[in-house]
């Protein structure tokens, strides 16, 4: 597997949190991969083979070659059918409603293709012009010269929301809501009023994807000896409460996370 990541421009780095690349050859060998809630959304383009995406353990839906991946409540699995071939852009929790109109509500746990976001024409002249680029950096000049054209230049995120992600990010998602907003219950409904139509996912949901891949490197990186130490370092009230909260994420407890084939793509990603 070769993955590497790219920084922003300048005038996009406070909204997008990387470019990643990721390009794998196709092995018959190759087992389902999972993919976990992280609290970001992605665009991204395939310029391989096809990839499968699990709906149950037999059934499955083809990703679109160039869409945006919404965000994601729980974790699932993806299965090239051939080479991968693939170029994306993480945006920040705070990011991608920054270039779009739609609520982001509508594209959570979901695959959208860029046509559906975009419009038919400006999306197919998009998608041609990244599958012909040359290289990596003319792909993200591409792009960026798409996003900086449909950046609006409105405020378009609410200081609330911005303020409690900004919170929620600075501490790894560890900070309750209701500590964040001081208590404030009129604050707490303007918040959840907002949040879903500006981030897709309760403030909750995104703290606990937040705190997810603070644990995550933890255990992928054995940064910590035990599980105690994971679950006092990322605050949990107690190990049992850090695993009901990993499990309902990830599907798989902590200790079945070692040396599962299915969670290889995620330890690349979080390596």
Not at 153 to 162: A, F, Y
Request: glycine residues 4%.
């Amino acid at each position: 597997m070769n993955y590497q990541t790219f920084k922003p421009h300048k005038d996009l780095e406070s909204l997008i949190k990387f470019y990643w690349t990721l390009e794998v050859p196709f092995d018959p060998k190759n087992q389902k991969q999972k993919i976990v809630p992280d609290g970001c959304i992605e665009m991204t383009f395939n310029f391989g083979d096809k990839i499968k995406r699990y709906t149950s353990e037999n059934d499955f839906i083809l990703h679109p070659n160039a869409m945006v991946m919404g965000q994601r409540t729980k974790s699932y699995y993806i299965l090239p059918v051939g080479n991968v071939d693939t170029f994306a852009i993480c945006f920040y929790p705070i990011g991608f409603i920054n270039f779009l109109k739609t609520p982001l509500e509508n594209l959570v746990d979901k695959e959208t293709p860029i046509a559906e976001l975009f419009g038919q024409a400006e999306a197919k002249e998009l998608e041609q012009q990244m599958l012909h680029a040359i290289d990596i950096q003319q792909r993200i000049n591409i792009i960026e010269a798409f996003l900086l054209k449909k950046l609006n230049q409105k405020n378009t995120i609410s200081n609330i929301v911005k303020y409690t992600v900004d919170a929620l990010l600075k501490t790894n998602g560890t900070t309750p809501i209701n500590v964040i907003l001081k208590d404030d219950l009129s604050k707490r409904r303007q918040l959840e009023r907002h949040f879903k139509k500006q981030i897709g996912i309760s403030p909750k949901q995104l703290g606990k994807a937040i705190r997810l891949q603070a644990t995550l490197q933890l255990l992928l990186n054995k940064k910590s000896e035990t599980l105690t130490d994971i679950a006092y370092e990322n605050e949990y009230f107690d190990q049992n409460h850090f695993i009901k909260d990993f499990k309902e994420l990830v599907g798989v407890t902590p200790k079945e996370l070692s040396g599962n084939e299915n969670m290889t793509l995620s330890a690349l990603f979080y390596k």
